[in-house]
């Protein structure tokens, strides 16, 4: 009988005395970024006006005017329909009975579907409405992006590769988006990743507990957590992935049963290179949503050279894969617009930079113990072919 167990991880340079450790570069470096993007975002606050209803991009004429017509009624809200911030500052403001927004919503139903973001920032301020309502959900959205920097430096690091990884994910377009119009992308990706960073440390229990709130916070982050279970093949990161899902599909049917009426995709998800086509012919061919034609065509690309040059060896293969996907099939909505595409492509983006920073997972090697029983390695190590 034969018992695996993970080889030592290949030895790095040797830390000279008083150096920081691992776990600190990579909160340093975290810090740098997040410290560069909130500058940036509050830069173009006060280029727009500098009213704190910025950050949620209402609109007169969006579907939540009345909510912020009777909590700021003496401020003057732009011509246009405004972005979707202002339906979760809507959901955050009247998040109990569920469908207690569903008046201020353009498609209550699919927003609902994703509440942690404004649950949360409700609970940091209960009082409803108002501008500390506002920062509340600035707050979350800024810890999503916290998470997911110190997620990614640190699978990074404990992969072999750089720790200044962590400064990457506060700086792809689609984290300034999300926190600047007040979404749940980054906050979902961030919890999806330290999901999976917890998952590879055998901290299970945890990991399922993140990964259900990352659907809860959008659902697309679903596919992260597929892909570590695709890309691992164990039970435990099978229940990382299942329990979520569970969590989801059950959340989606009691929406049905709290919130009734009929919604459609709405153009969100079609037939495979028809969205980015019409995002083509129809957007970017115009000189039109240029950002969003760099963010998604340059992730597609980023996430196939990750592909070729990791492969589905990699930890985080199966995902990218998954997500290359997931963008082929998307409408021209979600890719064409620079405040569609930028955070649709977010997942892949950070997904194809952490594996381009790292080598696969270190191999485990099978040693004869008499009278063993084989055991899986732990999640995150692989074992080496025969």
Do not use: C
Request: hydrophobic residues 55%.
């Amino acid at each position: 009988m034969t018992l695996t167990r993970p080889a030592p991880p290949r030895p790095g340079p040797a830390r000279a005395p008083g150096a920081a450790s691992p776990g600190r570069e990579v909160a340093r470096w975290a810090a740098l970024g997040l410290l560069v993007l909130v500058a940036l975002v509050l830069v173009d606050l006060a280029r727009t006006g500098g009213h704190p209803v910025g950050l949620v991009q209402a609109g007169a004429r969006g579907p939540a005017v009345a909510a912020f017509r009777a909590d700021f009624p003496d401020l003057e809200l732009p011509d246009g329909v405004g972005l979707d911030g202002q339906m979760v500052y809507a959901t955050a403001r009247d998040p109990w009975p569920v469908d207690a927004s569903a008046p201020h919503l353009d498609r209550p139903r699919y927003r609902l579907q994703r509440p942690l973001l404004p649950w949360t920032a409700s609970l940091l301020h209960p009082g409803g409405g108002g501008t500390g309502l506002v920062w509340a959900l600035f707050a979350v959205g800024l810890a999503g992006v916290a998470a997911g920097a110190v997620a990614a430096g640190r699978l990074s690091v404990g992969w072999g590769g750089p720790p200044w990884v962590a400064a990457l994910v506060p700086l792809l377009p689609g984290a300034w988006w999300a926190l600047r119009v007040s979404t749940p992308d980054v906050l979902a990706v961030g919890l999806a990743l330290l999901a999976v960073h917890l998952a590879s440390r055998g901290r299970t229990a945890l990991a399922v507990a993140l990964g259900v709130a990352a659907v809860l916070a959008k659902e697309p982050a679903l596919l992260i957590l597929v892909g570590w279970a695709l890309g691992q093949r164990t039970a435990r990161s099978t229940v990382v992935a299942a329990v979520p899902a569970a969590v989801a599909a059950g959340w989606m049917v009691a929406l049905r049963l709290l919130v009734p009426g009929a919604e459609g995709l709405n153009g969100d998800i079609g037939l495979p290179l028809v969205g980015l086509a019409r995002a083509a012919t129809g957007i970017w061919f115009e000189g039109r949503e240029l950002i969003g034609l760099a963010s998604t065509l340059g992730t597609l690309a980023l996430g196939g050279l990750a592909l070729a040059r990791r492969g589905l060896r990699h930890p985080l293969g199966a995902a990218v894969a998954l997500h290359l996907a997931f963008l082929v099939v998307s409408g021209p909505n979600p890719l064409g617009t620079n405040f569609g595409g930028t955070r649709t492509t977010l997942a892949l983006a950070t997904l194809a930079l952490l594996a381009l920073a790292t080598p696969a997972a270190p191999p485990v090697r099978p040693v004869a113990l008499p009278g063993s029983r084989r055991v899986s390695p732990p999640d995150g190590a692989r074992a080496a072919a025969p």
